[in-house]
């Protein structure tokens, strides 16, 4: 028994020897990678009409406003405050439409992608307002309505939203333009 708990510690000390001697190359491989990634990130960005850019700029805060929450309320607990912040119920909904948005879009367009893109867009624009109308249905439905306030992420998810529906339009229209001169 001692023998081999003396093999086992023997064994797992050769293990993070050779572990820790490999953290330099890992440490080279991921420096290499991300600056790879990076530079084509950058070289594929310069390619990138204006409209386009900023197009970019908004699916990507679109995406980030979806995921963070969007109102908030405070519980009393035996007289002590506490502070809770809500996403809606339909975030999925939200967050799901944002990524693929962001990477189709983003990285990727095609006829299909801008019926894509309008159709969901529309989609969530109608779901955000209906559930500006009547939040307990839509946003939460456990806590009193009157003790919820809206954060600012809330109005931030309209304002990209807005703003990517319309450089979106104005992105696409370019991208027609420019291909209808060069042919």
Do not use: C
């Not at 993070?16 to 594929?44: A, M």
């Not at 109608?126 to 809330?154: C, H, M």
């Not at 703003?163 to 991208?175: R, W």
């Amino acid at each position: 028994m001692t023998n081999s708990l003396l093999n086992l510690l023997s064994e797992f000390t050769i293990f993070l020897k050779e572990t820790i001697k490999l953290i330099p190359d890992l440490l080279k491989v991921w420096w290499f990678l991300g600056k790879r990634i990076t530079l084509s990130l950058y070289s594929y960005w310069k390619t990138k009409l204006f409209y386009d850019k900023i197009f970019f700029i908004f699916l990507f805060l679109q995406l980030l406003f979806a995921v963070l929450p969007w109102f908030h309320y405070e519980i009393t607990f035996f007289e002590s405050k506490e502070s809770i912040s809500l996403s809606p119920k339909l975030n999925s909904i939200f967050i799901l439409i944002s990524l693929l948005n962001f990477f189709f879009l983003g990285f990727w367009k095609s006829s299909w992608t801008r019926i894509w893109f309008f159709a969901t867009e529309m989609v969530s624009a109608i779901i955000v307002i209906w559930g500006y109308l009547e939040p307990k249905r839509t946003y939460y439905d456990f806590v009193n309505a009157s003790e919820v306030t809206t954060q600012i992420t809330f109005y931030l998810f309209l304002g990209s939203l807005f703003f990517a529906f319309l450089f979106g339009y104005l992105s696409f229209k370019k991208e027609d333009e420019v291909f209808l001169h060069s042919h």
